[in-house]
C-alpha cells in the first residue's frame, strides 16, 4: 500500500524548486535563513470529526487548516508541509490518497510544499497528523501570546460561533489576512480562536500578565450561532456560542489603540479586509464582559479542553 499511495503522491506534487528535497528520499531538506515557525496538530476520527458526516477530503482540509492556523497568528508565511497518515486496515489505500487530495488542494491554494511525512496502517480509526513550516517575512519577530499591554485594543478577523453547523470542517484560513495585518501595522500579541473566543482570549491574558473587557454588544456573531440558537434555544443564546463554541479558527488580535484607529480608516475602503473591534486589554487581570447599558459581568474562563 505504500509504495502504491507514494506512486499516487508523486503523480499529484508540482516539481519542486531547485535546492529543495521532498518525497522520496529519507527526509526532506532545505536552505534557510531568517527566522522559522513550526507547528503541528492531529485530527482524530470520532474526536475531531465523524465519518462519513464528513468526506475524507474535508479532513485532509481541515488537518492542514488547523495548522497554518497556528502559523498565521504567529505573523508567518507558510513554506510547507509534513503529513503523517495512521488508517484503517480495510480500505487504506483509497483513504490515503482521499484525504492527501485535501491535503493537496489547499497546499496548492497557499503554494505550500509538501515535502513529504508518513503512512501506516492498523486496526484502529483514521487519524492524520501534519507538521507545518513557515517563515516570519521580512526579517521580523513571531507574533506570541505575551505581549498584550494594557489600553491595547481587541481585534478578531471574522464572525464567531456556530462552527459546529460544518464550518468545524472547512476551517477558514487567515494567512493572507495575517501577512497584510503586519504590513500595516503594530501587533503586540496574537492567538488564533481555536477552543473558543473566552478561554482563548484567557490564555493570551494570561502570557501577557494581563485581562480584559469585552464589549459583548461588539462581539461578531456568525449567522451559524444564530441558526444553531433557533434550532437549540437551550443550547444558549447566539451570543453565548460566539463565546465559547470553538473551532472558529479566526485570529485574534491585541493592538496599540492609535495602530487600531489606522486600521479601521484603512479598512474602511476594503470591507473584505476589515478586523472587528471586540474590546480592550487592561491592567487588572480579569476577564470581563461589558453590555450595552454599561453593566460589567465576569466572563467564566471555559471552552473546549483538550
Not at 36 to 47: G, H, I, P, S
Not at 55 to 66: N, P, W
Not at 170 to 179: F, G, I, M, N, S
Not at 186 to 208: E, F, K, N, T, Y
Amino acid at each position: 500500500m505504500e509504495t502504491e499511495f507514494y506512486r499516487f503522491l508523486a503523480s499529484r506534487l508540482p516539481r519542486l524548486p531547485a535546492g529543495l528535497i521532498g518525497p522520496g528520499d529519507d527526509a526532506a531538506a532545505w536552505q534557510a535563513q531568517g527566522t522559522w515557525v513550526v507547528a503541528t496538530d492531529t485530527v482524530a476520527q470520532d474526536v475531531d470529526f465523524r465519518l462519513p458526516e464528513a468526506t475524507l477530503e474535508q479532513v485532509g482540509h481541515k488537518a492542514l487548516a488547523v495548522n497554518l492556523s497556528d502559523l498565521a497568528a504567529m505573523g508567518a508565511k507558510a513554506f510547507g508541509c509534513l503529513v503523517s497518515l495512521v488508517l484503517p486496515d480495510q480500505g487504506a489505500l483509497e483513504l490515503a490518497q482521499r484525504v492527501q487530495q485535501g491535503v493537496l488542494e489547499l497546499a496548492r491554494q497557499h503554494r505550500l510544499h509538501v515535502l513529504g511525512g508518513d503512512v501506516t496502517t492498523w486496526p484502529g480509526k483514521l487519524v492524520v497528523t501534519v507538521t507545518v513550516l513557515g517563515q516570519v517575512p521580512g526579517g521580523g519577530r513571531p507574533w506570541l501570546r505575551s505581549g498584550a499591554r494594557p489600553g491595547d485594543r481587541l481585534l478578531v478577523s471574522g464572525p464567531l460561533g456556530g462552527s459546529i453547523l460544518g464550518r468545524h470542517l472547512h476551517p477558514p484560513v487567515r494567512l493572507q489576512k495575517a501577512l497584510e495585518l503586519r504590513k500595516q501595522v503594530q501587533v503586540h500579541a496574537a492567538i488564533d480562536i481555536s477552543d473558543g473566543l473566552v478561554l482563548d482570549l484567557w490564555r493570551m491574558c494570561q502570557a501577557s500578565g494581563v485581562g480584559a473587557t469585552v464589549e459583548l454588544d461588539q462581539v461578531p456573531v456568525h449567522p451559524d450561532a444564530h441558526r444553531l440558537a433557533r434550532g437549540a434555544p437551550e443550547q444558549g443564546s447566539p451570543l453565548h456560542h460566539a463565546l465559547y463554541d470553538g473551532e472558529d479558527f479566526e485570529l485574534l488580535v491585541a493592538l496599540p489603540p492609535e495602530e487600531a484607529e489606522r486600521l479601521d480608516s484603512l479598512a474602511a475602503s476594503e470591507p473584505e479586509r476589515r478586523w472587528y473591534p471586540l474590546g480592550t486589554v487592561t491592567a487588572e487581570p480579569k476577564l470581563l464582559g461589558r453590555h450595552a447599558d454599561g453593566r460589567l459581568e465576569a466572563l467564566p474562563i471555559r471552552g473546549y479542553e483538550h
